[in-house]
């Protein structure tokens, strides 16, 4: 979002080295107990502890060591992963541009891809507090789809996040550009306030999300709100079409979360406290599955801060490291641009995955409703055809009964009368005419 920061391209340099070294050696992976390398537990007083209580203890807590250091190097092991993918790059890029809403949805339970309520165009928002880095990641997504490192950036991004504005409004990005397969949408920096960020995302999620939308706030002083209100008169638009949210993507700040992570400060507990809060509400899962994480400013920090940063997300927020939490760095190589495919890979399978499905009953009653309206319109024609039938043979015996009498008919009476007949939309049958001829009267 506008409050992203833009860092020195030295980190970029930082960052090709430490991709290509070898990965460190689990000797290097945090540990917070003291034992041999087997994982035995020391008693610090009285040596080791063989009650049964403390075998207890100590079994309990090897595990949860073991389990620890296993996700630790398999943290650690989907870089080189992603490292030798990355030979693949174009092909896993070809997937995402040739997809469509609905084209990865799942075909269970007998249902089909038309009993869905499949939208135009799949829509994934962005939310994450200030600074997250949001813009950027909306800028380096359609650079990588549109094979351009060059292009300008789509989305406004700030020097400073102590000076800079932020993002105000929301924002709509078609990916890649003029497609309508896809969109993300930026949004402003959560707010410090959990309530005030519940209002909003109830609203966004519940109604959808409008294109130039302005985000306000109650919190906001004065002055802002006067600036956002002469930025609201500037941009006057037409309403725009609200697109309802199929996915959410939460981007976080890689470097403050690792300075939560290693500070006792009380404001960086609330901080905590407002993306736990924020990442488990309901609103912004789809039945099980919650949101992805996107981890940025990774390029500021060595390989192992970025693995702890994973793993500590992961325990926070209680997704899997090496699948759900993507780390995106400040850099161009195929590496991250292999990871920005998997994630928004993972994104839009997830959206086809939890598609709302069309209302049965009332589907089974539009389509016995459109059967009896068929009845109805075949009946009427066959009951205007019998009128009309009927009205042929009245005139038939019409001049009939003329020529037995001797009488000629008029001529131009009879054709205004079928001249009559053919404009007139409704039928008139003048049936006392019809008795006097058949009770023999003359007619002219």
């Excluded at 060591?65 to 989907?78: A, D, G, H, I, W």
């Excluded at 950036?153 to 504005?165: F, K």
């Excluded at 997704?319 to 839009?348: C, K, W």
Aim: one cysteine or more; proline letters at 4%.
């Amino acid at each position: 979002m506008g409050g992203d920061r833009i860092f020195s391209p030295i980190s970029a340099t930082e960052e090709g080295s430490s991709s290509e070294q070898d990965f460190p050696h689990e000797s290097v992976i945090p540990s917070f107990s003291s034992g041999d390398e087997n994982g035995s537990v020391i008693n610090g007083e009285s040596g080791l502890d063989f009650s049964p209580a403390g075998r207890q203890i100590s079994l309990s807590f090897e595990a949860a060591e073991r389990q620890r250091r296993k996700v630790y190097l398999e943290v650690f092991r989907s870089y080189e992963e992603l490292r030798h993918r990355s030979e693949r790059l174009e092909e896993a890029k070809s997937k995402i541009l040739s997809y469509t809403p609905g084209s990865w949805i799942e075909k269970v339970a007998g249902i089909d891809l038309t009993d869905y309520n499949v939208p135009k165009t799949t829509t994934l928002l962005l939310i994450g507090p200030k600074g997250s880095g949001k813009s950027s990641l909306v800028n380096k997504i359609s650079r990588v789809l549109e094979d351009d490192e060059f292009a300008s950036d789509r989305a406004q991004v700030s020097y400073d996040i102590s000076t800079g504005d932020g993002t105000y409004f929301l924002h709509e990005y078609l990916i890649p550009r003029g497609s309508g397969s896809f969109c993300l949408y930026d949004s402003r920096g959560l707010s410090d306030d959990s309530l005030e960020n519940l209002k909003i995302l109830n609203r966004w999620m519940t109604k959808g999300v409008h294109h130039g939308e302005l985000v306000k706030r109650k919190s906001d002083c004065s002055s802002l709100k006067g600036q956002l209100k002469c930025k609201a008169q500037k941009s006057t638009c037409n309403p725009t079409q609200a697109r309802k949210i199929n996915f959410v993507i939460f981007v976080v700040n890689g470097l403050s979360v690792l300075e939560l992570m290693d500070g006792d400060d009380e404001t960086k507990k609330s901080y905590t406290d407002m993306i736990v809060t924020t990442f488990n509400n309901p609103l912004l899962s789809f039945k099980d599955d919650k949101p992805v994480i996107v981890v940025t400013h990774g390029d500021l920090l060595s390989l192992c801060d970025r693995v702890r940063v994973r793993v500590h997300l992961g325990k926070l927020l209680g997704v899997p490291p090496t699948r759900q939490i993507f780390d995106i760095p400040e850099s161009n190589d195929s590496v991250v641009a292999l990871t920005i495919v998997d994630m928004l890979r993972y994104s839009l399978e997830h959206a086809d995955r939890n598609l709302p499905g069309k209302d049965r009953l009332s589907n089974k009653m539009y389509r016995s409703s459109l059967q009896y309206l068929l009845l109805l319109l075949v009946l009427g024609i066959a009951i205007v055809y019998q009128i009309r039938g009927a009205d042929f043979r009245c005139h038939s015996s019409e001049i009939h009964l003329d020529e037995a009498t001797g009488s000629i008919p008029n001529k131009r009476k009879v054709s205004e009368r079928a001249d009559f007949h053919s404009h007139l939309p409704e039928i008139h049958f003048d049936w006392r005419a019809t008795r006097h001829l058949w009770l023999g009267s003359d007619v002219e």
